[in-house]
Nanobody, 120 residues
């Protein structure tokens, strides 16, 4: 089994910054793509940013230029640096990973979510 544990959420004023972390743990696995999703209040989950194992990144248009996704492959950890936060960034943020597990092939895992609240 692989577990994803997120940290770094909280309450921040508009214009502020937060850094989310997501660490994967377990045995016999390697991680392909790591993503950050979010679910705003009353809305559907949406992709925020993603990063491939080689470092290629992609972002939702709404966060381009403000958010930066990065990963430390040695630590099996992905980060989301969020700057210039806006009230509309308020959401539960979820880590997502596509993992190659020995004997199982590719499996998708989700973290438990971390709340980010941006006050105006």
């Amino acid at each position: 089994q692989v577990q994803l544990v997120e940290s770094g959420g909280g309450l921040v004023q508009a214009g502020g910054s937060l850094r989310l972390s997501c660490a994967a743990s377990g045995r016999g696995f390697s991680i392909s793509t790591m993503n950050w999703y979010r679910r705003p209040p009353g809305a559907q989950r949406e992709l925020v940013a993603g990063i491939l194992s080689g470092g290629t990144t992609n972002y939702a248009d709404s966060v381009k230029g403000r958010f930066t996704v990065s990963r430390d492959n040695a630590k099996n950890t992905v980060y989301l640096q969020m700057n210039s936060l806006k009230p509309e960034d308020t959401a539960v943020y979820y880590c997502n990973a596509h993992v190659l597990r020995v004997g199982f092939g590719y499996v998708e895992y989700w973290g438990q979510g971390t709340q980010v609240t941006v006050s105006s």
